[in-house]
């Protein structure tokens, strides 16, 4: 079964700091950019950040500087290391497996993370 898997979520502290893993499994990694997108409480969701398969990355304006995504192929897991942590960076973060060609994007099922004092 193709799946993408989450994990890492939970509550921290303002200015604090959390790593998400999203495993992949069902297919090789090394083939496919990938993404965490977020949803913010009252906001749609959006992309978050996104690294492609030769390792390039963007990132939304709200987190550049302060989140980092990563890809380790040989353990089929991309990684969404979060500092500098704000009330405003609450949301569920999903996972998510880009398009390829006509083939369809894969979603994880979601971490929430919870920023709060």
């Known amino acids: 079964q193709v799946q993408v898997v989450e994990s890492g979520g939970g509550l921290v502290q303002p200015g604090g700091s959390l790593r998400l893993s999203c495993v992949a499994s069902?297919?090789?990694?090394?083939?496919?950019?990938m993404a965490w997108f977020r949803q913010r409480p009252g906001k749609s969701r959006e992309l978050t950040a996104f690294i492609s398969t030769g390792g390039t990355t963007n990132y939304d304006d709200s987190v550049k500087g302060r989140f980092i995504i990563s890809r380790d192929n040989g353990a089929n897991t991309v990684y969404l290391q979060m500092n500098s942590l704000t009330e405003d960076d609450t949301a569920d973060y999903y996972c998510y497996r880009w398009m390829m060609g006509n083939g369809p994007g894969i979603w994880g099922q979601g971490t929430r993370v919870t920023v709060s004092s």
């Open positions: 069902g297919f090789s990694l090394r083939d496919y950019a």
